[in-house]
């Protein structure tokens, strides 16, 4: 099975701020991680997909970039709706999800 | 729009069964996968299978296999999950996502097993 470890599990930043968050895979995953951001009591929701793929609706300051087992989201100028928590998930073989980012407002 | 309308919330009994269900409208019900994750607290997102309304063909992580039995009806376009022989550890909120890359989810359902 492919373990997904997500880095960091806590991130406090300050609004304007550049944001990443990685993900590294056990093994190859090819393009196929997918970035998620889920808010208290909300269900997750789709940022980004097939590693840099913007989903429809997502602003431009989100972004992804990586191959094989390491990647990363970004987050260009973070705004306070974007307090949430950060997940990865690679379906290149089955589904596995990263252990998630909780990302706050310094 | 494409929405995922799950079940209410589910105050189980160890051992019993639940059935929760995932109304899906605004698209073609029978043309993408229904997949069902697991979430609880501090133990993250946890893949349970999908079905493929389509032809009602299914795929199970092998840690679920036996708890939970994946069903489609077509003609009200509902994906239901049911879970069996529930115990503490099966306590936790259930999402349906739609298709390969989870691009749209229902609301989530607690599921609360408690004697």
């Known amino acids: 099975d492919i373990q997904m470890t997500q880095s960091p599990s806590f991130l406090s930043a300050s609004v304007g701020d550049r944001v990443t968050i990685n993900c590294k895979a056990s093994?190859?995953?090819?393009?196929?991680l997918d970035w998620y951001q889920q808010k208290l009591g909300e269900a997750p929701k789709l940022l980004i997909y097939?590693?840099?793929s913007l989903h429809t609706g997502i602003p431009s300051r989100f972004s992804g970039s990586g191959s094989g087992t390491d990647f990363t989201l970004t987050i260009s100028s973070l705004q306070p709706e974007d307090v949430a928590t950060y997940f990865c998930l690679q379906h290149n073989s089955g589904w596995t999800f990263g252990g998630g980012t909780k990302l706050e407002l310094k | 729009q494409v929405q995922l309308q799950q079940s209410g919330a589910e105050l189980v009994k160890p051992g019993s069964s639940v059935k929760i269900s995932c109304k899906a409208s605004?698209?073609?019900?029978?043309?993408?996968?229904m997949h069902w994750i697991k979430q609880q607290p501090g133990n993250g997102l946890e893949w349970i299978g999908w079905?493929?309304?389509?032809?009602?063909?299914?795929k199970y992580n092998q840690k679920f296999n036996g708890k939970a039995t994946l069903t489609a009806d077509k003609s009200s376009s509902t994906a239901y999950m049911q879970l069996s022989s529930l115990t503490s550890e099966d306590s936790a909120v259930y999402f349906c996502?739609?298709?390969?890359?989870?691009?749209?989810w229902g609301q989530g359902v607690m599921v609360t097993v408690s004697s």
């Open positions: 605004g698209y073609t019900f029978t043309s993408y996968d």
């Open positions: 996502a739609r298709s390969i890359r989870f691009d749209y």
């Open positions: 097939n590693t840099n």
């Open positions: 079905i493929y309304p389509g032809n009602g063909n299914t």
């Open positions: 093994q190859n995953i090819n393009k196929y």
